[in-house]
């Protein structure tokens, strides 16, 4: 993938590689504790081996360096993309890479989410952003989880509507006096 990583498709968990191999078919090796990957019968990577769906495992000597190496995937590219949806978007797109260790990591998962404009929408989308950053989620998933429930249809739960029905009152603090 053009972020670095394999996928070892039995977990569905991504490892790295030497950036020098992006774009090149490569094998893998496994058991239960090692995952080797090999290009032209010389290993080029070996990883302990995570069953974690859905993560990445990174050597950091591994990853591109803008001196070495030069794709059109960045950081900058996913907010900029984002942003012609909504600003919205944007903000939830520069909080899913600022999750990740790495910016690279976060790369396949914001192709992912700005793909959803394709086949939902940008209204959709961008109710879906508002409600995953409400829950703290920055993430593929929760997007997905989001729209497959239709739960970007519902209004977002507003905290001034949520206190609209509680009375002043003296002994009533507030979430300021907690801070």
Not at 34 to 58: G, N, Q
Not at 109 to 119: A, K, Y
Request: proline content about 4%.
């Amino acid at each position: 993938m053009k972020n670095g990583h394999i996928r070892l498709s039995e977990d569905a968990h991504y490892y790295s590689v030497p950036s020098k191999y992006i774009g090149k078919k490569v094998k893998l090796l496994y058991t239960s504790f090692l995952v080797e990957v090999y290009y032209k019968y010389e290993k080029i990577a070996e990883h302990p081996r995570d069953p974690s769906r859905y993560r990445y495992t990174t050597h950091v000597d591994h990853l591109a360096s803008h001196h070495r190496f030069q794709t059109d995937w960045s950081a900058e590219k996913f907010i900029q993309e984002a942003a012609v949806i909504h600003p919205d978007v944007a903000t939830y797109i520069g909080k899913v890479i600022e999750s990740k260790a790495h910016p690279e990591q976060a790369y396949k998962s914001c192709s992912g989410i700005l793909s959803f404009v394709r086949r939902v929408g940008a209204k959709r989308l961008i109710n879906a952003c508002r409600w995953a950053e409400s829950y703290g989620l920055y993430n593929y998933p929760a997007i997905e989880r989001i729209l497959s429930n239709r739960q970007d249809e519902l209004p977002l739960e507003n905290e001034a509507d949520i206190n609209k029905d509680i009375p002043s009152h003296e002994n009533i603090r507030g979430k300021e006096y907690y801070q």
